[in-house]
Antibody, heavy 118, light 108 residues
Framework: EVQLVESGGGLVKPGGSLRLSCEASGFTFSSYNMNWVRQAPGKGLEWVSSISASSTYIYYADSVKGRLTISRDNAKKSLYLQMNSLRAEDTAVYFC???????????WGQGTLVTVSS | EIVMTQSPATLSVSPGETATLSCRASQSVSSNVAWYQQEPGQAPRLLIYGASTRATGIPARFSGSGSRTEFTLTISSLQSEDFAIYYCQQYNNWPPYTFGQGTKLEIK
């Protein structure tokens, strides 16, 4: 059974930093592209960042470019999101999601809440 | 960036009836559309990919159709667990991946 478990969320002040983790199990993590998707309170889904299986290709939404950094450690079966210079508008539940071979997101973690507030 | 527009924002339907949700892409995305269901406080769950293929374990009462710019998710014989928020997503032209704003399916 595929499992994705996020951690690292919490309350942080504007301008602060946070590192999210997503631990994978139940599949060959090193063979899959992965994504971060966020959802602000009461709002819809917003794609944040993608990383290819071997970290060769990395993409970001314009809203986070230069502030958030995606990475992965295939030996640890883990995905990360380093979040710097956080703003109030970054407040959201952050989900990690596995990308199928065709491009849709076939498995999601339960999410971790990031709150940016003074 | 491809914009995905869902309608209606809220749909009220009685249990046992059929719900029809729409999604329109701002330009052709071929059949590269997925539908997700999200219950309150839960992660999204993949329902449909390739516009019309049900994901593993999804009941046959969920069906998807469409291509290019017009897509539909139909849920027949609505059950209590089907009342949730539904999102469409295109994965034809990315980055960015884009989602519709969601349709809330509520009990009438």
């Amino acid at each position: 059974e595929v499992q994705l478990v996020e951690s690292g969320g919490g309350l942080v002040k504007p301008g602060g930093s946070l590192r999210l983790s997503c631990e994978a199990s139940g599949f060959t993590f090193s063979s899959y592209n992965m994504n971060w998707v966020r959802q602000a309170p009461g709002k819809g889904l917003e794609w944040v960042s993608s990383i290819s299986a071997s970290s060769t290709y990395i993409y970001y939404a314009d809203s986070v470019k230069g502030r958030l950094t995606i990475s992965r450690d295939n030996a640890k079966k883990s995905l990360y999101l380093q979040m710097n210079s956080l703003r109030a508008e970054d407040t959201a539940v952050y989900f990690c999601a596995r990308v199928s071979g065709y491009g849709y997101f076939d498995d999601w973690g339960q999410g971790t809440l990031v709150t940016v507030s003074s | 960036e491809i914009v995905m527009t869902q309608s209606p924002a809220t749909l009220s339907v009685s249990p046992g009836e059929t719900a029809t949700l729409s999604c329109r892409a701002s330009q052709s995305v071929s059949s590269n559309v997925a539908w997700y269901q999200q219950e309150p406080g839960q992660a999204p769950r993949l329902l449909i990919y390739g516009a019309s293929t049900r994901a593993t374990g999804i009941p046959a009462r969920f069906s998807g159709s469409g291509s290019r710019t017009e897509f539909t998710l139909t849920i027949s014989s609505l059950q209590s667990e089907d009342f949730a928020i539904y999102y469409c997503q295109q994965y034809n032209n990315w980055p960015p991946y884009t989602f519709g704003q969601g349709t809330k399916l509520e009990i009438k």
